[in-house]
Nanobody
């Protein structure tokens, strides 16, 4: 049983910062793709940032490049998303996700490729 638990969401004013955390529990080992996704009401989840735990490669969607940073604490098996210079358009439900990547494939932003998901945490940015 694998469980992902997000925390750190909240409400901030535009220009502010938030740090999301995703604790990973259970039997999930080896090389992984791990990522953060967000979902606007009525829309599908879209990829925000991903990390390949084997190579350390980081990928970001264009709209957050330079503002958001994905990182991982290997000791505690926790994934983070540092979000700076937040904008109202960043308002969404944020989810962390993980999936095995044993062959070192590029970590896609396609949500259907991820096996494990957290329950989500709301981020609200006011203007």
């Amino acid at each position: 049983q694998v469980q992902l638990v997000e925390s750190g969401g909240g409400s901030v004013q535009a220009g502010g910062s938030l740090r999301l955390a995703c604790a990973v529990y259970g039997d999930i080992k080896g090389r992984l793709c791990m990522g953060w996704f967000r979902q606007y009401p009525g829309n599908v989840r879209e990829g925000v940032a991903r990390i390949d735990t084997g190579s350390g490669r980081l990928d970001y969607t264009h709209s957050v490049t330079g503002r958001f940073t994905i990182s991982r604490d290997n000791n505690n098996n926790t994934l983070f998303l540092q979000m700076n210079s937040l904008k109202p358009e960043d308002t969404a439900m944020y989810y962390c996700a993980a999936t095995p990547n044993p062959y070192g494939a590029w970590c896609s932003s396609e949500r259907t490729l991820y096996n494990y998901w957290g329950q989500g945490t709301q981020v609200t940015v006011s203007s």
